[in-house]
């Protein structure tokens, strides 16, 4: 079992809609939490990163937050583009520096 | 322009053959990952470096070696000892420890023929 798990495993919207996607966790203590951005078949990109005392943090459309009290994260994807299709990663950092990444939630936005 | 390459994008190699990807990084950073991704499954760590001259096994060490004899360059080389080699490599560098930002390569697609 995972100890970054990610829900759901893949999700289809339309373009323009909302979205959230989930990242709950079971490893502690941590230092931080990000959220990162994977386009087929490139490299995974920054989208936010929050330290454990943060609940929200915004990068344009998107807004991660966080409960540290549940260990639970959930990234927000606003008014989705075609451009946002893509796999969406969450990793949880240990204070030991230890880093452990989710399996992904693959996104697909269709016009 | 500041980044991280890998090189090659695609690689093809036959069974029972070694090969080392490429992994460059102008950000000057101390710190240096490599990663294996494969279908469906969360990244994994194969080796890390905190310091030139220094490295560390991740969870996946087995079949793969690494140097880092430079700063700037960090590569790894799969062996023939790899059971399963196929996977996407993804390189990453951070400042100072994964306590801080890291930053990744775009990749190397790594098939076995």
């Known amino acids: 079992k995972n100890q970054v798990e990610q829900s759901p495993q893949s999700l289809i919207i339309l373009e323009g809609k909302n979205c959230t996607l989930q990242c709950n966790y079971t490893v502690s203590p941590f230092s931080n939490l990000r959220w990162y951005k994977q386009d087929t078949g490139r490299g995974p990109v920054s989208l936010t990163i929050?330290?454990?005392?943060?609940n929200t943090k915004s990068n344009g459309r998107y807004t991660a937050t966080l409960d540290a009290d549940t260990k639970q994260s959930s990234l927000h994807i606003t008014a989705s583009q075609l451009s946002d299709s893509a796999s969406y990663i969450c990793?949880?950092?240990?204070?030991?520096?230890?880093?452990?990444f989710g399996d992904g939630t693959t996104l697909t936005v269709k016009p | 322009d500041g980044g991280i390459t890998q090189s090659p994008k695609y690689l093809f190699r036959k069974e029972g053959q070694n090969v080392t990807l490429s992994c460059e990084q102008n950000?000057?950073?101390?710190?240096m990952y490599w990663y294996r991704q494969d279908p469906g499954q969360g990244l994994r760590l194969i080796y890390y470096?905190?310091?030139?001259?220094?490295?560390q096994k991740g969870d996946i060490a087995e079949g793969y070696s690494v140097s880092r004899e430079k700063k700037e360059s960090f590569p790894l080389t799969v062996t023939s000892a790899q059971k399963n080699p196929t996977a996407f490599y993804l390189c990453?560098?951070?400042?100072?420890?994964?306590?801080?930002?890291?930053?990744f390569g775009q990749g190397t697609r790594l098939t076995v023929v």
């Open positions: 990793v949880v950092i240990l204070n030991a520096g230890k880093s452990t």
């Open positions: 470096s905190q310091i030139v001259n220094d490295f």
């Open positions: 990453a560098s951070s400042p100072d420890g994964w306590n801080t930002e890291a930053f």
């Open positions: 950000l000057n950073h101390d710190a």
């Open positions: 929050m330290t454990f005392s943060e």
